[in-house]
């Protein structure tokens, strides 16, 4: 059979991760993420890392040749023969028009998925998150809240909202993404009709990974 490339496309607060572990353990798959990738050559401080460690970390996109390069020497890795799964990749028109070609060179059939979330849930979802200043335990008002509002169950002390969960800061990194992506839906919307649109807004993790099953049983046999 020809090898799987799923490409995953998800908002922050999604639930990308999470259907990520699903997807790699029901396939036997490896996950391929460029983030991870980039991070590893920091920590290793060799000359990419080097090269690469101000953008990375002022948050901007580094170069498509570096990263187009990265994936095509990744998905010829043994453990990529049968196939594998994108995450933060292509995050460019450029980087799309590449993989297509990289696809089409290792023969894989590519699928993408995309993670639809209702933007006011996540808000709701990250703005309900506290976290202890002291001993790092995370709450969520609705989900795991803390013993008595507002204070930390290990130590009593008073509960904060981490700067990257305050509501301004969430709905800046979703205008972001939306920038980002919706160039490149569309761009594979024209290009297959392999495109599977999930919604991952209201239910259990278990139930979005139902849902992504059954899609891509359902392409498979097409
Ligand atoms: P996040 O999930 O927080 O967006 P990632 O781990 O996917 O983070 O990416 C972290 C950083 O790595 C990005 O901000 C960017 O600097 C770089 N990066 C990751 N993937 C790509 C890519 N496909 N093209 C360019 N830069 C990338």
Not at 32 to 54: V, W, Y
Not at 124 to 135: A, D, F, N, T, W
Not at 191 to 218: C, H, T
Request: with cysteine.
């Amino acid at each position: 059979m020809k090898p799987i490339a799923i490409i995953l496309f998800g908002s922050p607060g999604s639930g990308k991760g999470t259907q990520s572990k699903y997807l790699v353990e029901w396939l036997r798959i490896p996950q391929i993420s460029t983030g991870d990738m980039l991070r590893e050559h920091i920590r290793a401080g060799d000359p990419i890392g080097l090269a690469i460690q101000e953008r990375m970390r002022a948050g901007s996109l580094v170069s498509d040749d570096l990263v187009n390069q990265l994936v095509f020497e990744r998905i010829r890795q043994p453990d990529a023969r049968n196939g594998f799964i994108l995450d933060g990749y292509p995050r460019t028109p450029t980087q799309a028009e590449e993989m297509m070609r990289l696809l089409t060179n290792v023969g894989a059939g590519e699928v993408v998925i995309h993670l639809v979330v209702d933007y006011n849930v996540i808000i709701s979802r990250m703005s309900g998150r506290r976290v202890c200043p002291k001993c790092g335990t995370l709450y969520n008002s609705v989900s795991r809240p803390p013993k008595v509002e507002g204070v930390c169950d290990l130590d009593g002390t008073p509960l904060v909202i981490r700067d990257d969960d305050r509501e301004q800061v969430v709905r800046e990194r979703l205008v972001q993404y939306e920038r980002q992506t919706q160039p490149l839906l569309e761009f594979f919307r024209a290009v297959n009709d392999r495109l599977i649109e999930v919604d991952a807004s209201g239910d259990r993790p278990e139930v979005v990974f139902g849902r992504i099953k059954s899609e891509l049983k359902n392409l498979v046999r097409k």
